[in-house]
């Protein structure tokens, strides 16, 4: 498995280089100008670092303002690439049909949430959906774990939670229970999941969720969570059986930065590494048929987004559905 | 027990006294030894963190995904970039609205009404500044359009300037520079307030302006107190990570700054990134870029002092 991937990263390196080398005599230059989600940021970053191996003389920037903050800048047409941790929102592309910004959506892989408790936790390693809500939302909490299943210990469970605001937070919050649900608020919150993986693998009784990059760096300190029997590794979130855990990341290009060239130069260059790269960096590739499918969109240049229907409402169906 | 201190002249030396005398001592002892306690654990635990990632290859190599691979190049020059920039436009600055409130302003409304304001200032956090920043800076209100709306000369030359300044070493330190104006601007007034006023009397008796009075005298009188306002100030503009990260500064950059429109990214900003990732590597890099911080941060307080003692003249 190891070594069918670094051949076939080496083939396609190589294949590349020698691309590079016969097909792509002149030098690119000018700006990649790109802003948006620190959670897409690492591959993001892992990409331009081999993208400038080759083209040395392109000036990508990458900024980390959020997924919202990118979108803001995005919108206003100050960059060219925006990477998002969600899809972009309707009220976001109301303000892009005011500015005429038209953009090309790219998914570009799979973040999986991990729900992570201490390694002494003997009891509680495989919870259904109902299990969490009743852990992490206001709806009637469990306080203890004995409240979720009388053999488990009469002790307070201790809820560790990424900040309220952060994309984590509302895709968790969303799928576990719904638009409307209200998360509790006797949570240990920390904008920095590090604090919350220390958290939870210093307290026998605690809970808590995060990027799945951060379980795989400390699967020494930590137990992930089965949800519904399907525990988090790279294969079941490829394939869609850990859903409704893993969420998509994003790049949204902006279809008039698409015909520069070293920006057309450089998306060529992303979807092509994708897969490999972001493995790399800790998150987990698409199905190679999905990345086939955003290629085509993005050689075909199909604008706006397929999570939003014209009239500015929601796609309800899950990823891997619309992308099929 | 009371027998062996009480001196000539002294009056009555109760035991209680002194015993309240040296519990005194110790408590301020224990709080000087706590705070130093603190700073120590934390320098030896960064050290010990950090200590093997520092070569020369990481200051001199720029960002990575393999933290093994990956340098400060970037965000060291960066950093140096906009703190540089800063300093030129906050100091004179800084020093005129002092020197104006307190040698030439008149005491009025007006005056108290500003002095008011530049204290309140020196409270507000730096992230509202931030927010300034990029519509005031990075934008320009909107009133110029969107990228390179209007340039003279070209992205190589030294004196590039372009309108609005986008994210740019300029936009940066004119943001950080409204983060420690406040901060200079009342030190410097504390220190021209400390200048003995009879030196001032003398100098206007002798016939000379108030300008050259402010020069000649009160200036070299008060600069070694405003330099320390500015130490402090420079000190913590290098450290601001928040008002950069929403005025669009960059944190990937593959170049050095090379005029005031170049993207650049900063120090803190790099380390806040890789403290915050997943992988140990990065953590270990992330403390090889504080101690990089904690020795610029140094050598410029270094500098300071250095002036500073050079400055120091007994009053004559």
């Known amino acids: ?324 | 027990m009371n027998q062996r201190v009480p001196s000539k002249g002294t009056p009555i030396a109760s035991w209680r006294r002194l015993a309240a005398n040296r519990m005194f001592l110790v408590a301020c002892l224990a709080a000087t030894l706590l705070a130093v306690l603190v700073l120590s654990a934390l320098l030896i635990s960064i050290l010990v963190d950090g200590w093997s990632s520092l070569h020369w290859d990481f200051l001199n190599s720029f960002a990575s995904r393999k933290p093994e691979k990956a340098g400060i190049k970037a965000a060291l020059f960066g950093s140096l970039w906009v703190v540089a920039t800063c300093t030129v436009l906050a100091v004179p600055m800084g020093i005129g609205t002092a020197l104006y409130l307190e040698e030439f302003a008149k005491k009025s409304r007006l005056t108290r009404f500003i002095q008011l304001n530049i204290t309140n200032l020196s409270g507000v956090p730096s992230i509202v500044y931030g927010i300034i920043g990029l519509t005031a800076f990075t934008r320009l209100f909107g009133m110029i359009g969107a990228n390179d709306a209007w340039s003279i000369g070209s992205e190589e030359s030294f004196f590039y300037l372009r309108l609005p300044f986008g994210p740019s070493v300029l936009t940066a330190a004119l943001t950080l520079m409204l983060v420690v104006l406040p901060v200079v601007i009342v030190a410097s007034q504390e220190a021209l307030r400390a200048v003995p006023k009879s030196l001032r009397e003398g100098s206007l008796a002798m016939g000379a302006t108030t300008w050259q009075t402010i020069w000649r005298t009160t200036l070299p009188a008060a600069s070694p107190t405003i330099l320390t306002g500015v130490i402090l100030a420079i000190s913590r503009a290098i450290g601001e990570a928040a008002p950069i990260l929403v005025i669009g500064g960059a944190l990937l950059i593959f170049q050095t700054p090379t005029n005031l429109m170049s993207d650049f990214t900063v120090l803190p900003l790099q380390i806040f990134n890789w403290a915050g990732r997943p992988q140990a590597g990065f953590h270990s890099i992330a403390a090889a870029a504080i101690l990089v911080q904690l020795v610029l941060l140094l050598i410029f307080n270094g500098t300071a002092v250095a002036i500073r003692l050079r400055l120091q003249k007994p009053l004559q």
């Open chain 1, 1 to 324: 498995m190891k070594l069918a991937q670094v051949a076939s990263s080496l083939i396609v390196g190589s294949l590349f280089v020698s691309a590079s080398v016969f097909a792509q005599k002149s030098e690119l230059k000018g700006p990649v100008r790109i802003d948006g989600s620190s959670t897409v940021f690492p591959i993001t970053e892992a990409v331009a670092e081999e993208f400038l191996r080759t083209q040395p003389k392109v000036n990508v920037t990458v900024g980390v303002s959020g997924t919202g903050g990118g979108f803001k800048r995005f919108c206003a047409g100050e960059t060219d690439i925006a990477n998002a941790s969600r899809p972009i929102k309707p009220s976001e592309m109301e303000i892009a049909k005011t500015t005429g910004i038209e953009f090309i959506e790219l998914p570009i892989a799979y973040d999986g949430l991990t729900i992570g408790v201490n390694k002494e936790n003997t009891w509680a390693t495989d919870l259904t959906i109902a299990d969490l809500k009743r852990i992490f939302s206001t709806e009637n909490t469990a306080k203890t774990w004995k409240d979720l299943n009388a053999a488990w210990p009469a002790q307070p469970i201790l809820v560790y939670s990424p900040g309220t605001d952060s994309g984590t937070f509302d895709y968790f919050k969303e799928v576990v229970m719904g638009k409307e649900g209200k998360a509790r608020s006797d949570m240990s919150v920390s904008e920095d999941d590090n604090a919350l993986v220390m958290g939870v693998s210093g307290n026998k009784y605690a809970i808590g969720f995060f990027g799945c990059a951060y379980y795989f760096e400390n699967t020494d300190k930590l137990t992930a969570v089965k949800v519904n029997g399907i525990a988090p590794t790279a294969n079941t979130i490829e394939d869609g059986s850990y859903a409704p855990f893993s969420r998509p990341l994003f790049v949204y290009v902006n279809s008039k930065s698409a015909s520069n060239p070293q920006v057309k130069a450089f998306v060529d260059f992303y979807l092509a590494n994708a897969a490999t790269l972001s493995a790399e960096v800790g998150y987990v590739k698409f199905p190679a048929a999905i990345y086939g499918k955003v290629a085509n969109n993005w050689t075909k240049g199909r604008l706006g987004t397929q999570f939003t229907t014209a009239d500015g409402k929601s796609i309800s169906t899950s990823f891997s559905k619309t992308y099929e």
